[in-house]
């Protein structure tokens, strides 16, 4: 198990250094920045054309951020598709709404863009509803309280290891009617013109510390279920019984996958 898991981090260590490589010979000829390592590379020149000691825009720590953004940013996305696909395929008639916002915004010859969700709010709201029943991230990273500190009325020294989970309040019926059911209507306004995410919904955290791909994240998810929507007609072998449970990696994956099967979408 350990072998294979070094083994794994090896192969993505050798992937970043590859592309880290690359992209310094790229721009020691051209200058054009088009991705985050090239924006980096360049922020070193300025730097040094300017003197400053290379202290914190450093080989090494471009190397270690390109790995976080590779690790934070892949299995996160890519747990988020498979339980949208499992709810797609358990609430075809939610699929069946999605397709229908594909047809009056998009059509089924163009391709999508991340602006073409302003107005699709039956689409966005399924995105937050699963992101909200699932909670791909269900506990954050450990934070240290720096001083003594009070929340509500719950006491916590200075140094105690805090925890948050996102699970529990994703699952509060406080905040949440009917907390588990899947129900992306909870974020229509009343004439469904609208999906409102509302402030205690926060699957990439909160606060200094947030998750920085947020933004990349949406675009992604957005996209990648449009695209599959649009194309195809996404179901399981009749009698096939679909799973929910759940396993911990970096992220919460479904635990068993089905076998599913893309109907080709024919006008
Ligand atoms: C659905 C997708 C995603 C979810 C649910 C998610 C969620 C989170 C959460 C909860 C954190 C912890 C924040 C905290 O400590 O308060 C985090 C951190 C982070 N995420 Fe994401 N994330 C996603 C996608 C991405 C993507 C696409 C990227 C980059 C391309 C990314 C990069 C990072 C990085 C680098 C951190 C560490 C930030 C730090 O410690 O300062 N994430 N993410």
Same mark, same amino acid.
């Given at each position: 198990m350990?072998?294979s898991?070094?083994k794994?981090?090896m192969?993505v260590?050798?992937?970043i ?5 690359r992209?310094r010979?790229k ?7 088009v991705d985050?390592?090239?924006?980096? *590379?360049?922020?070193?020149?300025n730097?040094e054309?300017q003197?400053?000691p ?5 080989l ?7 790995g976080?953004f590779?690790g ?7 747990s988020t598709?498979e339980?949208a696909i499992?709810?797609l395929?358990?609430? &075809?008639e ?7 916002e594909?047809a009056?915004?998009?059509?089924f010859?163009?391709r &999508?863009d991340?602006a ?8 966005m ?12 991230i269900a506990n954050?990273? *450990?934070r240290?309280?720096?001083e ?5 009325n ?6 105690? *290891? ?15 009617p009917?907390p588990?059911?899947?129900?992306p209507t909870?974020y229509?306004?009343e004439d469904?013109?609208?999906a409102?995410?509302? &402030? +205690?919904?926060? &699957?990439?955290?909160a606060?200094k510390r947030?998750?920085?791909g ?9 996209l990648y *279920?449009v +695209?599959?929507v649009?194309?195809y ?6 009698g096939?019984e679909l799973?929910f449970e759940a ?21």
């Amino acid at each position: 198990m350990f072998t294979s898991y070094k083994k794994n981090l090896m192969i993505v260590e050798k992937f970043i250094q590859d592309e880290v490589d690359r992209h310094r010979e790229k721009h020691n000829n051209n200058h054009e920045v088009v991705d985050y390592i090239d924006g980096y *590379l360049e922020e070193r020149k300025n730097r040094e054309k300017q003197n400053i000691p290379e202290d914190t825009f450093t080989l090494d720590t471009l190397k270690r951020n390109a790995g976080a953004f590779f690790g934070a940013g892949s299995e996160t996305v890519y747990s988020t598709m498979e339980w949208a696909i499992l709810y797609l395929v358990k609430y &075809p008639e939610y699929q069946d709404k999605i397709r229908s916002e594909i047809a009056d915004v998009i059509g089924f010859e163009n391709r &999508p863009d991340f602006a073409d969700r302003a107005r699709m709010p039956f689409t966005m709201a399924f995105i937050h509803e699963v992101q909200r029943i699932e909670s791909i991230i269900a506990n954050n990273l *450990l934070r240290r309280a720096s001083e003594d500190t009070k929340i509500g009325n719950h006491f916590i020294p200075k140094d105690t *290891l805090v925890m948050f989970n996102f699970w529990s309040v994703n699952h509060d019926p406080n905040l949440w009617p009917n907390p588990d059911k899947f129900d992306p209507t909870r974020y229509l306004t009343e004439d469904g013109s609208k999906a409102v995410k509302p &402030p +205690c919904l926060i &699957p990439f955290s909160a606060g200094k510390r947030n998750c920085p791909g947020e933004g990349l994240a949406y675009v992604e998810l957005f996209l990648y *279920l449009v +695209c599959m929507v649009q194309r195809y007609r996404i179901k399981v072998e009749p009698g096939t019984e679909l799973s929910f449970e759940a396993v911990f990696g970096i992220s919460r994956r479904p635990a068993n996958l089905p076998l599913f099967i893309f109907e080709k979408v024919v006008h």
